[in-house]
């Protein structure tokens, strides 16, 4: 089955509201991390996070481990902002990062 | 800063014939990826590399698929022969160690027609 479940599927805001992303993962992992894909299909890392909380910019990110979920929080969203949110865990600690289907976030001006 | 390579964007490539990605990780990079993602869909991962050996390999990494790093050059996806379901963006990454997230290249598409 799936191991990485991530909700919303889809999210549309309007500039300067704020969103919240969920990651829910079915096996314990020592590494989490969160990405970004552009509409033009790069990657790339924001956060790496298998637990508590970490800050970078207008990002948030809340791993409860034992409760096999994370969460990112963006604030203030800009147009800027919109593109696909990954989340990915290592489920065999063999690092081999398998993805979630991700969050597809619309942000309109 | 590190950039991941993968030259070209975009093959095209009749099926049933070989066909060798490449990619040009960050030079001190001691681990190495390939994902496959099909237009619209997950990211799905296929195999990761180490000290010159797969550590891990998925369901997708069929028969068909080889991987090697000769002489610390290119890290190369080798299919032989391809097949129609194939067609896909094929990702590249590399990392420094296993607590770091994997930098990622742009991607080169496959199209197998």
């Known amino acids: 089955g799936q191991q990485v479940q991530q909700s919303p599927s889809s999210l549309v805001l309007q500039e300067g509201e704020n969103a919240e992303l969920q990651c829910n993962f079915s096996s314990t992992a020592t590494q989490l991390q969160w990405f970004y894909q552009s509409p033009g299909g790069s990657l790339v890392s924001l956060l790496s996070n298998p637990s508590g909380t970490k800050h970078t910019g207008r990002l948030t990110s809340t791993t409860v481990t034992k409760e096999r979920r994370s969460s990112l929080h963006i604030s203030s969203s800009q147009t800027t902002d919109s593109g696909t949110y990954l989340c990915?865990?290592?489920?065999?600690?063999?690092?081999?990062?398998?993805f979630g289907a991700g969050t597809k976030l619309t942000v309109k001006p | 800063g590190p950039k991941v390579l993968q030259i070209p964007s975009h093959q095209i490539i009749d099926m049933g014939q070989m066909v060798t990605l490449n990619c040009d990780p960050v030079?001190?990079?001691?681990?190495f990826y390939w994902y496959k993602q099909i237009l619209g869909q997950q990211m799905e991962f296929l195999v990761n590399?180490?000290?010159?050996?797969?550590?891990?390999k998925s369901k997708l990494f069929k028969d068909q698929f080889s991987v090697e790093r000769p002489d610390g050059s290119y890290f190369t996806l080798k299919i032989q022969p391809t097949a129609l379901e194939d067609s896909a963006v094929y990702f590249c990454?590399?990392?420094?160690?296993?607590?770091?997230?994997?930098?990622f290249g742009e991607g080169t598409r496959l199209s197998v027609l």
């Open positions: 990915a865990i290592d489920p065999n600690n063999n690092n081999a990062p398998r």
């Open positions: 990454a590399s990392s420094l160690d296993s607590n770091q997230a994997p930098l």
């Open positions: 030079s001190n990079h001691l681990y």
């Open positions: 590399f180490y000290n010159g050996k797969v550590m891990e």
